[in-house]
């Protein structure tokens, strides 16, 4: 028997407009809508997600506040950000935390280090080699942008090595302050000074020593370079 409409369980507003949020963002996150596209009119949310307009439209202003949406007068709404914790880290990212930021990366990738000489299978080791060895080219380059690109490239690896999902998201979400320390710690060239060799950090996790591989990440972190 088809239930009367008045016993239905209608869920509050806030928790409609809580799964509309979600279903918009399993959207996002599943490349239905990749970033830097438009996604459907308002209309056609209404209608593809079965909710009110009202629903709808809070749901949007929330991911638009949180940093993966973005209105344009008379375009649309666009995807600019598949992570909402990346464009909070850009705001407060001004060369007076640049200390913050580096406590962070320490924080972030000792530990992904220690995990990654404990787990790191022998895709790993490859995808680290290949890492390694688009590093030195890009050092050998000289150009700046194309170094800080592989440097962090290569800790992001590093990072994925370690098999910690949630260590990974968290780290993604500050990709680009990672690249603004290396950036200015390169400062605006690529001096032989400044050079940091990374291939002990590969070879400890290679090794399986957690305790070494640790200490290798650290230390890119304290000093000059901080690549």
Do not use: K
């Amino acid at each position: 028997m088809t239930p009367a409409v008045d016993s239905v369980a209608v869920p509050p507003r806030g928790h409609r407009v809580r799964q509309t949020i979600e279903q918009l963002r399993e959207r996002i996150l599943g490349g239905e809508w990749p970033v830097g596209g438009r996604i459907p009119t308002e209309p056609q949310l209404v209608a593809a997600l079965g909710v009110g307009r009202n629903t709808v439209r809070e749901a949007v202003r929330a991911l638009v506040h949180a940093g993966v949406l973005e209105c344009r007068q008379g375009s649309g709404t666009y995807v600019v950000s598949t992570d909402e914790l990346a464009p909070v880290v850009a705001r407060r990212l001004t060369d007076d935390r640049m200390a913050e930021v580096i406590e962070v990366r320490r924080a972030f990738e000792v530990e992904a280090a220690r995990l990654a000489a404990l787990r790191r299978t022998p895709a790993d080791l490859a995808a680290l080699d290949g890492a390694l060895a688009t590093r030195e080219a890009a050092w050998r380059s000289g150009r700046v942008d194309e170094f800080v690109e592989a440097d962090a490239a290569l800790h992001t690896v590093v990072v994925a090595a370690a098999h910690n999902a949630m260590l990974a998201e968290l780290y993604a979400s500050v990709g680009a302050a990672l690249r603004s320390t290396v950036a200015q710690a390169m400062g605006g060239t690529l001096a032989p000074e400044r050079y940091v060799d990374h291939g002990r950090l590969v070879e400890a996790i290679r090794a399986g020593d957690p305790q070494r591989a640790a200490i290798e990440a650290g230390a890119f972190l304290e000093g000059p370079s901080r690549a």
